[in-house]
C-alpha cells in the first residue's frame, strides 16, 4: 500500500496569509490525524478527523481547522499565518479498529512563514 | 496529566553499544505506549508499541521495558549502529477511540562508528 501523502512538502507565505495543506491517508484508513512539529514545543496535536467528523481537538486557537472528506483525504487551514506559524505539519492516518490504533505518518508539510 | 517527560535530551553511543531512552508519563488513563524513530527530513515511524498489560516488548534489537507501578517506559537499543542515528519520541495515547498522541520531546541519538 502507499503510504500517507502530504502535499505540498514546502511551503513560504507571508504573515496574514493563509494556507491549506492537503493530506492523503493510506487506502482503507478512516482516521486522519493533524500534527505540528516545532523544535521549541515538539510535536503537539492539531486535531483528529474520522468519517468526516472531527472528534479531538488540541489547544490550538481557530485560526487552525480542518476538514476530512468522504474519501476520507483530509486538510487542514491556517487563517491569518503568524511567524510563530512556522513548523513542520504532519499527517497520520490510522485504520481505528480495536487494538489497532497505530498512526502512520506522512513525510509533512514544512511551512515558513515570513 | 497530558505531559510525557523523555530524557535524555541526546545521546551519543558507541557502535555496538546499549542505547536507552527514558519516559515517564502521569495519566494513569494511558494504555498505549508507541515509540517512533524520526530521520531527518521525514515523518515519524513507528518503531514499537506495548500495551501495560506487558512488562517488556522485544522486536529485533529494540526493547521496551515497562513499570506500571512508576509510570515509566523505555527504550533500549542493543547493539547500536550509525544507522539508527535519530530523533526518537516516546508518546502515549488512551483507548478512546480518539487517535491523539502525546508525544515526549524527543532523544536525538548519535551512533559513533
Known amino acids: 500500500k502507499a503510504g500517507v501523502t502530504q502535499t505540498p512538502r514546502y511551503l513560504i507565505k507571508t504573515r496574514g496569509q493563509q494556507v491549506t495543506l492537503s493530506c492523503s491517508p493510506i487506502?482503507?484508513?478512516?482516521?486522519v490525524s493533524w500534527y505540528q512539529q516545532t523544535p521549541g514545543q515538539g510535536l503537539q496535536f492539531l486535531f483528529e478527523?474520522?468519517?468526516?467528523?472531527?472528534?479531538n481537538k488540541g489547544n490550538f486557537p481557530g485560526r487552525f481547522s480542518g476538514r476530512q472528506f468522504s474519501n476520507s483525504r483530509s486538510e487542514m487551514n491556517v487563517s491569518t499565518l503568524e511567524l510563530g506559524d512556522s513548523a513542520l505539519y504532519l499527517c497520520?492516518?490510522?485504520?481505528?479498529?480495536?487494538?489497532?490504533?497505530?498512526?502512520?505518518f506522512g513525510p509533512g508539510t514544512r511551512l515558513l512563514v515570513l | 496529566q497530558q505531559q510525557v517527560k523523555q530524557s535524555p535530551q541526546s545521546l551519543i553511543v558507541q557502535k555496538g553499544g546499549i542505547s536507552i531512552i527514558n519516559c515517564a508519563y502521569e495519566?494513569?488513563?494511558?494504555?498505549?505506549f508507541p515509540w517512533y524513530q524520526q530521520f531527518p527530513g521525514k515523518g515519524p515511524a513507528l518503531l514499537i508499541a506495548?500495551?501495560?498489560?506487558?512488562s517488556e516488548k522485544k522486536e529485533g534489537r529494540f526493547t521496551i521495558s515497562f513499570n506500571k507501578s512508576a509510570k515509566q517506559f523505555s527504550l533500549h537499543i542493543m547493539d547500536s549502529q550509525p544507522g539508527d542515528s535519530a530523533t526518537y519520541f516516546c508518546?502515549?495515547?488512551?483507548?478512546?477511540?480518539?487517535?491523539?498522541?502525546?508525544f515526549g520531546t524527543g532523544t536525538r541519538l548519535l551512533v559513533s562508528p
Open positions: 497520520a492516518s490510522s485504520p481505528q479498529t480495536p487494538h489497532q490504533e497505530t498512526q502512520y
Open positions: 487506502s482503507g484508513h478512516r482516521s
Open positions: 478527523y474520522f468519517s468526516e467528523t472531527q472528534r
Open positions: 495519566n494513569t488513563a494511558f494504555d498505549y
Open positions: 506495548i500495551r501495560p498489560d506487558v
Open positions: 508518546a502515549a495515547s488512551r483507548n478512546t477511540g480518539f487517535q491523539k498522541l502525546v
